[in-house]
T-cell receptor
Framework: EDQVTQSPEALRLQEGESSSLNCSYT??????LFWYRQDPGKGPEFLFT???AGEEKEKERLKATLTKKESFLHITAPKPEDSATYLC???????????????FGQGTILTVHP | ETGVTQTPRHLVMGMTNKKSLKCEQH?????MYWYKQSAKKPLELMFV???????ENNSVPSRFSPECPNSSHLFLHLHTLQPEDSALYLC????????????FGPGTRLTVT
């Protein structure tokens, strides 16, 4: 069974204080690892897809990296508007299912103080 | 309208009521999903429709009944719910055999009294 564990559960940063969020996973045949951002009372917003170990993707102050066992979401010089819950999900290769089931972690709640 | 829309955004219902949640996607996708999000728990997949055919029913109680009349619309019919069904219900869509990325709607906050 696919498993995704995110750490820490909550992270408080000062504005400009860079840090990283972790997503550890076990999956039988990874097709993709996804990062989402979710603001309170809203649906998750897609950020990145990573497909293979060593891959990196960047968007503004965010950079996602992938190894065979985990992914990191690096936040460089964060601003208060980066405060949100960040969700990680893995998708197994569509062998038994045709749609590529996503398994989500519990998320990391990020708060950036001015 | 763009992306994935959901109505209503908030719903309060009694345990004996019948209501429906609506989802519409404007992305031209061919798969649609219902998720349940409860506090302190990961997103739980409830149902999946692929090309308008239900391909996943993730051990969801029969008081939840999905309907997918076409590739753009998805409904979740609710009846005789329990207080523990109170949660954020999220709809998502994706394009199969492309990039499989799922795009979510804003959700319906459901409270069962």
């Amino acid at each position: 069974e696919d498993q995704v564990t995110q750490s820490p559960e909550a992270l408080r940063l000062q504005e400009g204080e860079s840090s990283s969020l972790n997503c550890s996973y076990t999956v039988s045949g990874l097709r993709g690892l996804f990062w989402y951002r979710q603001d309170p009372g809203k649906g998750p917003e897609f950020l990145f897809t990573l497909y293979s170990a060593g891959e990196e993707k960047e968007k503004e102050r965010l950079k996602a990296t992938l190894t065979k066992k985990e992914s990191f979401l690096h936040i460089t010089a964060p601003k208060p508007e980066d405060s949100a819950t960040y969700l990680c999900a893995v998708q197994e290769r569509p062998g038994g299912t045709s749609y590529g089931k996503l398994t989500f972690g519990q998320g990391t709640i990020l708060t950036v103080h001015p | 309208e763009t992306g994935v829309t959901q109505t209503p955004r908030h719903l309060v219902m009694g345990m004996t009521n019948k209501k429906s949640l609506k989802c519409e996607q404007h992305l031209g996708h061919n798969a649609m999903y219902w998720y349940k999000q409860s506090a302190k728990k990961p997103l739980e997949l409830m149902f999946v429709y692929s090309l308008e055919e239900r391909v996943e029913n993730n051990s969801v109680p029969s008081r939840f009944s999905p309907e997918c009349p076409n590739s753009s619309h998805l409904f979740l019919h609710l009846h005789t719910l329990q207080p523990e069904d109170s949660a954020l219900y999220l709809c998502a869509s994706s394009q199969l055999r492309d990039n499989y990325e799922q795009y979510f709607g804003p959700g319906t906050r459901l409270t069962v009294t």
